[in-house]
């Protein structure tokens, strides 16, 4: 698949504004004739990791085995961080379900509570 064509596509894939502006400059300077790993290690908001992964595959003739490794990274780097945030959600979860049941449970005996001490 041409360079440019993958471009465009991964473009059309995203609905973020930072990441089409960033692959429409990307395809405009490969059409001029630059290496891919230049616009985006120029770019700011792409990690370092991709421009300097993409340089490595572009010099080495095996940018897709360069992409692969870096899309099994950043999987990787995406269960990693999913996990985390569960975990740090989890006690907040709990707490505020205690809190839930403890009303619950008010709710429930005070007005036991009340009929019987009037006897």
């Not at 991964?10 to 004739?33: H, L, M, P, Q, W």
């Amino acid at each position: 698949m041409p360079i440019l064509t993958a471009l465009e596509i991964s473009r059309s894939a995203t609905n973020n504004i930072i990441f089409k502006d960033a692959f429409d400059i990307a395809a405009k300077k490969v059409e001029k004739g630059f290496p891919l790993s230049d616009p985006l290690l120029e770019n700011k908001m792409m990690p370092a990791i991709l421009g300097q992964m993409v340089a490595i595959g572009e010099h080495t003739g095996k940018l897709g085995d360069s992409l692969t490794k870096l899309s099994h990274y950043f999987e990787t780097e995406a269960d990693i961080a999913v996990r985390t945030l569960t975990t740090l959600i989890e006690p907040l979860i709990m707490v505020v379900l205690g809190v839930g049941v403890g009303f619950l449970v008010l709710a429930v005996l005070l007005p036991i509570y009340s009929l019987t001490s009037k006897f």
